[in-house]
């Protein structure tokens, strides 16, 4: 069992930055893949960024790249999501999850690939 707890959301600026953190509980963080999906008010749930175990992997959905990083702290059970140029259609609800596979691969950036989730936490970004 795995427990997510995500901080770091807020209300930013356009143009701002914010950096969401994912802590876990328990002693095997460093044996998942962490993802990271967004949902905004009346749209599905959507893929964001995903990280291997090592961190040594990431991928990132189209929206994301160039603009956000992903990275984690195995050490510290955490895995961060690092947002630079926000803009208003990033405004989301964001939530960490967790996926017991070897590693990124065909399906990590579908929802059901994903053991556990977090309860999420809110960013807005005005114009």
């Known amino acids: 069992q795995v427990q997510l707890v995500e901080s770091g959301g807020g209300l930013v600026q356009a143009g701002g930055s914010l950096r969401l953190s994912c802590a876990a509980s328990?002693?095997?963080?460093?044996?998942?893949?962490m993802g990271w999906f967004r949902q905004a008010p009346g749209k599905e749930r959507e893929f964001v960024a995903a990280?291997?175990?090592?961190?040594?992997?990431?991928d990132y959905a189209d929206s994301a790249k160039g603009r956000f990083t992903t990275s984690r702290d195995n050490a510290k059970n955490t895995v961060y999501l690092q947002m630079n140029s926000l803009k208003p259609e990033d405004t989301a609800v964001y939530y960490c999850?967790?996926?017991?596979?070897?590693?990124?691969?065909?399906?990590?950036?579908?929802?059901?690939?994903?053991?556990?989730w977090g309860q999420g936490t809110q960013v807005t970004v005005s114009s």
């Open positions: 990280i291997n175990r090592s961190g040594g992997s990431t």
């Open positions: 328990g002693r095997t963080f460093s044996r998942y893949v």
């Open positions: 999850a967790a996926d017991n596979a070897l590693g990124l691969n065909w399906n990590h950036r579908n929802r059901p690939a994903y053991d556990y």
